[in-house]
C-alpha cells in the first residue's frame, strides 16, 4: 500500500495584523455641566454612574480623560456622536481621538 506523506513539507505562518487601537479623550471646558457629561458617557460609552462620574472628574481636574479605545472606526464615530450631543444641547463638549502608542 502507498504511503501518504502526512508531514507537511513547509509550514505558513499567517501574519495577521491587529488593527491599531484608537483611545476616545474627554476634554474638559468651563461650560459643560457635570451632569451632562457624565449622561453623555452613560449613554454613548454604556457606561454606569459611578464610572461615567469618575471619568468626568478626572478630565475635570487634570484638563482630559481617556474613555476607552476603540478600533479607528468606531472611536471616531464614538468621539463624534458625543461631541454632537453637546453642540446639540449648546455646549462646547470635545471628545477627541488618538491613537494608542
Ligand atoms: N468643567 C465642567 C464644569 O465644571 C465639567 C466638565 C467635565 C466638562 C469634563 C467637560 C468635561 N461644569
Redesign the pocket.
Known amino acids: 500500500m502507498a504511503e501518504i506523506e502526512l508531514k507537511p513539507r513547509q509550514t505558513v505562518k499567517p501574519k495577521v495584523e491587529r488593527p491599531k487601537l484608537h483611545k476616545v479623550i474627554?476634554?474638559?471646558?468651563?461650560?459643560?455641566?457635570?451632569e451632562f457629561?457624565v449622561r453623555v458617557l452613560k449613554a454613548e460609552f454604556r457606561m454606569g454612574e459611578d464610572l461615567a462620574h469618575r471619568v468626568?472628574v478626572t478630565?475635570?481636574q487634570k484638563g482630559s480623560c481617556v474613555v476607552a479605545v476603540f478600533t479607528r472606526d468606531v472611536a471616531e464615530t464614538k468621539a463624534t456622536r458625543a461631541t454632537e450631543a453637546g453642540r446639540r444641547a449648546g455646549y462646547p463638549?470635545l471628545f477627541t481621538t488618538e491613537p494608542e502608542e
Open positions: 474627554l476634554v474638559n471646558d468651563d461650560f459643560t455641566p457635570r457629561v468626568m478630565a475635570h463638549l
